[in-house]
């Protein structure tokens, strides 16, 4: 198992560095508090021991994890959230429409691809699920969570139907999941998406936290004037002009 590859954003935020090759960098981040550890999406479903060793080096164990909240259904968000949330009394959150997904009660829908994600991915012919987990508590647009001073839940519909992003005052970071992603430097629009209008749209909501920081799904974070990076960024796989 890699050594953690973790980064300071703030005091009490960390984001982990989940290897999954040289081109796809992925993340979950770790809210240190005082009522224990916050985390936010647990990466692949082999993840869990490299979570727990993260949590060894900030000085934590994995007793220590309280609440996961995911910011979508998909697998590399969800992987080993049914494994971690057995390690001790751990509150599962996510978006109330992608829970069904996320617990397995219903099959998620599949990306709609533009011509040139298509040229990154093949089209998907399964929802990209990751082990069925429990869900604890469902959020929507608005609903407060008891850690970082108030987190405020924002609804990003657009990837996934339930897509969330967590604005967190304590940090002024906001973590945006998929509906926001860094390429080559560039902060872009997240890529396959169901809905790309919808998640077009969410940038704003985001943005709207005037957020100094921001911690991506993919990519490096951002970190300095993050929510007027989020509120212009460009979409490089966009459908082609006159593409329906």
Same mark, same amino acid.
């Given at each position: 198992m890699p050594r953690p590859d973790l980064q300071?954003?703030?005091?009490?935020? +960390?984001?982990?560095r989940i290897p999954t090759g040289p081109a +796809?960098? !992925?993340n979950c981040y770790l809210w240190l508090g005082a009522d224990g550890v916050t985390l936010i999406d647990t990466g692949w479903p082999d993840s869990a021991d490299l979570i727990a060793d993260a949590l060894s080096v900030l000085g934590r164990q994995r007793? #220590?994890?309280?609440? &996961?909240? !995911?910011? +979508?259904? @998909?697998? #590399? @968000?969800? =992987?080993s959230a049914a494994e971690i949330a057995r390690w001790a009394d751990v509150e599962v959150i996510a978006g109330a429409a992608d829970a069904p997904f996320v617990a397995g009660a219903q099959r998620g829908p599949l990306p709609r691809?533009?011509?040139?994600?298509?040229? &990154? @991915?093949?089209?998907? #012919?399964?929802?990209? @699920? =990751?082990?069925?987990c429990r869900v604890d508590r469902e959020v929507r647009d608005g609903d407060v969570l008891d850690f970082a001073g108030g987190t405020r839940v924002i609804g990003v519909p657009g990837h996934t139907p339930g897509s969330i992003?967590?604005?967190l005052p304590d940090a002024d970071a906001v973590l945006t999941g998929d509906a926001v992603a860094e390429f080559d430097g560039e902060v872009i629009l997240g890529v396959f998406d169901v809905d790309r209008d919808a998640a077009s749209r969410s940038l704003a909501r985001i943005?709207?936290?005037?957020?100094? &920081?921001? =911690? !991506? =799904?993919h990519g490096e974070a951002v970190l300095e004037e993050a929510y007027a990076r989020i509120g212009t960024a460009t979409d490089p796989?966009?459908?082609?002009a006159g593409a329906r």
């Open positions: 300071q954003l703030t005091p009490a935020l +960390h984001r982990l +796809h960098l !992925l007793t #220590d994890v309280t609440r &996961i909240v !995911l910011t +979508h259904f @998909h697998e #590399d @968000h969800t =992987g691809l533009t011509d040139r994600e298509k040229t &990154i @991915h093949a089209e998907f #012919d399964e929802p990209s @699920h =990751g082990p069925a992003a967590l604005y943005a709207a936290t005037r957020a100094r &920081i921001a =911690g !991506l =799904g796989f966009a459908p082609s």
